[in-house]
């Protein structure tokens, strides 16, 4: 007898194995824009830590702007430190009062207080960053 296809048993292994590996590549897919996510708003806490440390030892006052596409950070005379432009996927929205924290040098917190958020244009993923306006204190939660 000449035997030249596969068993019944051998076709849904070969099937399911393919299943499996296609569903761990959309997750992976998925974790990739999570970690982006996360990945943005983390630089934002790092430049707000540095330059508020930066204004209080160069006495030099800082703001940071933010846009629906990014941020930049400026001296209060207004000339350009670093500018963040984010991909298409990613926007930024703020209840910050004219979307601008102002790091003081003659103040060791930050003084503008309320929330950014980070989201996904497709998904729902959200990276929330909370200044606290009494302590200076920031938070990132991710959803």
């Not at 296609?22 to 982006?36: A, H, P």
């Amino acid at each position: 007898m000449n035997n030249r296809g596969f068993t019944f048993i051998e076709l849904i292994i070969y099937i399911s194995i393919l299943s499996l590996c296609i569903v761990m590549g959309f997750n992976i897919f998925s974790l990739e824009k999570r970690v982006n996510i996360e990945r943005y708003a983390r630089e934002l806490i790092r430049d707000m830590h540095l330059y508020n440390e930066k204004s209080y030892i160069n006495k030099i006052n800082y703001n940071i702007h933010i846009a629906d596409n990014g941020y930049k950070i400026e001296t209060e005379e207004g000339s350009m430190i670093k500018e963040i432009k984010l991909p298409d996927n990613i926007y930024i929205y703020s209840n910050i009062k004219n979307n601008c924290i102002s790091l003081e040098y003659n103040k060791v917190i930050i003084n503008n207080g309320g929330s950014i958020e980070f989201k996904a244009k497709k998904g729902n993923q959200i990276a929330v960053i909370t200044i606290i306006p009494t302590t200076g204190r920031i938070t990132l939660k991710k959803e």
